[in-house]
């Protein structure tokens, strides 16, 4: 999947348990773009690309599932 697939995909997921609309998907992509927002100013080539791949997106939008509720599956 693209990056942005991904991040849709996500924020569809954790919206099922606390449905906020797209303010969940503005949190998943600044989750996305902290790091790069932070490294941008130290590039060495300030004309550069990046590339945002699903699994990056994956990789740094993980941490959101920790904050889901899962009590009121349990028994």
């Keep these: 999947?693209?990056?942005?697939?991904e991040m849709a995909?996500?924020?569809?997921?954790?919206?099922e348990?606390?449905?906020i609309g797209a303010r969940r998907l503005r949190t998943v992509l600044d989750?996305?773009?902290e790091d790069i927002n932070y490294e941008a100013p130290d590039f060495e080539h300030k004309n550069s690309?990046?590339?945002i791949?699903?699994?990056y997106v994956?990789?740094?939008?993980?941490?959101l599932y920790e904050n889901r509720d899962?009590?009121?599956w349990t028994i």
């Design 1 to 5: 999947m693209n990056a942005i697939d």
């Design 9 to 15: 995909r996500i924020s569809v997921e954790l919206n």
């Design 17 to 19: 348990e606390d449905n």
């Design 31 to 33: 989750s996305v773009l």
């Design 49 to 51: 690309t990046i590339v």
């Design 53 to 55: 791949t699903g699994e």
């Design 58 to 63: 994956i990789e740094k939008a993980t941490h």
């Design 70 to 72: 899962f009590r009121k």
